[in-house]
């Protein structure tokens, strides 16, 4: 059974940081591309950015380009997504996924961020 799991997310005032994890499990991690979404109260999902199966290669959305940075640690099978000069429209569920091919297959439950000004 696949497993996603987030974790690191919480309540920062606007400019400061913060580290998701996410933990999976069931999977062979190093097949799949890893990535990050995010979904504010009364919006739809968005892409927030993601890295390829090796070479690190990532990808991020503009909105946060410059600011957030994914990285993987395929040993402990976990990505994570560094979050620096945080905004309140950063404010969201965070969600990971994980895809073998052109969708994505696997998500986790998500994880809470709220930025306060």
């Known amino acids: 059974q696949v497993q996603l799991v987030e974790s690191g997310g919480g309540l920062v005032q606007a400019g400061g940081s913060l580290r998701l994890s996410c933990a999976a499990s069931?999977?062979?991690?190093?097949?799949?591309?890893m990535g990050w979404f995010r979904q504010a109260p009364g919006k739809e999902r968005e892409f927030v950015g993601t890295?390829?199966?090796?070479?690190?290669?990532?990808l991020y959305a503009d909105s946060v380009k410059g600011r957030f940075t994914i990285s993987r640690d395929n040993a402990k099978s976990t990505v994570y997504l560094q979050m620096n000069s945080l905004k309140p429209e950063d404010t969201a569920v965070y969600y990971c996924?994980?895809?073998?091919?052109?969708?994505?297959?696997?998500w986790g439950q998500g994880t809470q961020v709220t930025v306060s000004t």
């Open positions: 890295i390829r199966k090796s070479a690190g290669i990532t």
């Open positions: 069931g999977l062979t991690f190093s097949s799949y591309a």
């Open positions: 996924a994980a895809s073998a091919r052109t969708e994505y297959d696997y």
